[in-house]
């Protein structure tokens, strides 16, 4: 893998920007401002070492072969790039995490369409100062006072009506 020049920054930070909370605004400052003098110190350097002038240290120096020495050294010393040995793990954790993406997409579509349905039933209803009785009944039957069916007691609350407690609900 060989390296490349950075040019520029490969970051949208306006777009990084607009997903930090409130809270961490200024830690991204901070991070912001390191990248950017990490770039800028990183641009003030040349991309390739200076060339040496062999002849000029040749006809200055004069212990015969040491230059010549210091030549063949120079020349064979390669620094080599330290290998790329967490991009596979960095991969396999994006991957993972766009799995929990896709699977929240899929359960909130799942919970928006519920919710699209109750707003539905909703809308369709009498608004509640319009509402008579017997509308509230057709709408909330579990709700409604049935005197026929399940008799209550003035204020008809659950525990205002006589009979054994339940403790386990809060009900007579």
């Known amino acids: ?27 991204f400052q901070q991070f912001k401002s390191k990248s950017d003098h990490y770039l800028r110190r990183v641009m003030e350097n040349p991309e390739k070492a200076p ?7 040749k006809s200055r120096v004069p212990v015969a072969g040491m230059v010549d020495e210091f030549q ?27 799995g929990e993406i ?17 707003l539905a039933h909703l809308t369709s209803l009498i608004p509640f100062d319009k509402m008579t009785m017997e509308d509230f009944r057709d709408a909330y039957p579990e709700q409604a006072l049935d005197p026929i069916n399940r008799p209550t007691f003035w204020p008809h609350g659950p525990e205002d009506q006589p009979g054994p407690h339940d403790e386990a609900s809060g009900h007579h």
């Open 72 to 98: 063949k050294q120079y020349s064979a010393l390669k620094i080599p790039y330290p290998p790329d040995t967490v991009s596979s793990q960095v991969d396999a954790q994006e991957q993972e995490i766009k």
């Open 102 to 118: 896709e699977k929240f997409k899929r359960e909130s579509s799942a919970r928006i369409s519920q919710y699209e349905k109750q």
């Open 51 to 57: 060339e040496i002038n062999w002849s000029f240290y």
């Open 1 to 27: 893998m060989a390296a490349k020049r950075i040019a520029q920054s490969s970051i949208n930070w306006a777009q990084l920007a607009e997903r930090v909370p409130p809270h961490q605004k200024g830690l």
